[in-house]
C-alpha cells in the first residue's frame, strides 16, 4: 500500500462499550506504534511493536487498553468499557528502523477519532 | 512530568514573515529530534529533523537550529505562506535507527495571513 491505513476513520460508541481500532502499516516496515491525540493535546505513546520482539506496552493508560499484532504487519487496539475520557483521536504509524535505510522516520496513518458517549 | 515543552501555543504570522517555534527537552539520552506537521484531518507527517551533532539543518524554507547546551530546538518557517497554516509538533526520541517511541510536544497551531 501506498501508506499506512486505519480503520474505521470515526468510530462513535457508548460508555461501556469495546472498540477495536485497526491499522494497516506500510508493507515491509517492522516496526509500528499506537498514538493517541487529545484535544489541545500532543500526542501521546501507547504502544511499540517491533518484529518479533515484546511490545513496549509502558504507555498503555490503563488495563482495558490492549493491542496486538499478527503475523507483524496489522494491529489491533482494543479498549474494553470505554469510558468518555477515552475519546480523543488514536493515530498508528510505522517505521523500519530494521531495513537498510534504518531511518527512524514515523509514517502516520489518518487516525480514528473515537467519540465515547 | 513533560519531557518535551513546546512554545508558543498558538502563531499567526503575516504571509512572508518568519515563523519560529520552540522546544526544549529534559532527557540528555534523546539522539532524534523530529518535527512533524499535521494538517486538519490528517495523520503528522514529518517536516525536518535533526540529530544532536549538527547544530543547524536547513531544508529549502524550514530551518532547525539545534542547542545542545541548553537542551533547546527551533523550527524557524522562512517565507511563511498560507500553505504552512497547519499544527506543528515537536518530538524528541532516543536509540537512533532502533525504532522507538516519540515524545511529543502538545503542538503549536500557525495561521498564515494572506
Known amino acids: 500500500g501506498a501508506g499506512v491505513s486505519q480503520s474505521p476513520s470515526n468510530k462513535v460508541t457508548e460508555k461501556g462499550k469495546d472498540v477495536e481500532l485497526r491499522c494497516d502499516p506500510i508493507s515491509g516496515h517492522t516496526a509500528l506504534y499506537w498514538y493517541r491525540q487529545s484535544l489541545g493535546q500532543g500526542l501521546e505513546f501507547l504502544i511499540y511493536?517491533?518484529?518479533?520482539?515484546?511490545?513496549?506496552k509502558s504507555g498503555l493508560p490503563s488495563d482495558r487498553f490492549s493491542a496486538e499484532r499478527t503475523g507483524g504487519s496489522v494491529s489491533t487496539l482494543t479498549i474494553q468499557r470505554t469510558q468518555q475520557e477515552d475519546s480523543a483521536v488514536y493515530l498508528c504509524?510505522?517505521?523500519?528502523?530494521?531495513?537498510?535505510?534504518?531511518?527512524?522516520?514515523?509514517?502516520f496513518g489518518p487516525g480514528t477519532r473515537l467519540t465515547v458517549l | 512530568q513533560q519531557q518535551v515543552k513546546q512554545s508558543p501555543q498558538s502563531l499567526i504570522v503575516q504571509k512572508g514573515g518568519i515563523s519560529i517555534i520552540n522546544c526544549a527537552y529534559e532527557n540528555t539520552a534523546f539522539d532524534y529530534f523530529p518535527w512533524y506537521q499535521q494538517f486538519p484531518g490528517k495523520g503528522p507527517a514529518l517536516l525536518i529533523a535533526?540529530?544532536?551533532?549538527?547544530s543547524e539543518k536547513k531544508e529549502g524554507r524550514f530551518t532547525i537550529s539545534f542547542n545542545k547546551s541548553a537542551k533547546q530546538f527551533s523550527l524557524h518557517i522562512m517565507d511563511s505562506q498560507p500553505g504552512d497554516s497547519a499544527t506543528y509538533f515537536c518530538?524528541?526520541?532516543?536509540?537512533f535507527g532502533a525504532g522507538t517511541a516519540l515524545i511529543f510536544g502538545k503542538g503549536t497551531t500557525l495561521s498564515v495571513s494572506s
Open positions: 504509524a510505522s517505521s523500519s528502523p530494521a531495513g537498510e535505510s534504518r531511518t527512524d522516520t514515523q509514517y
Open positions: 518530538a524528541a526520541s532516543r536509540g
Open positions: 535533526i540529530r544532536p551533532d549538527v
Open positions: 511493536f517491533q518484529g518479533n520482539s515484546a511490545p513496549d
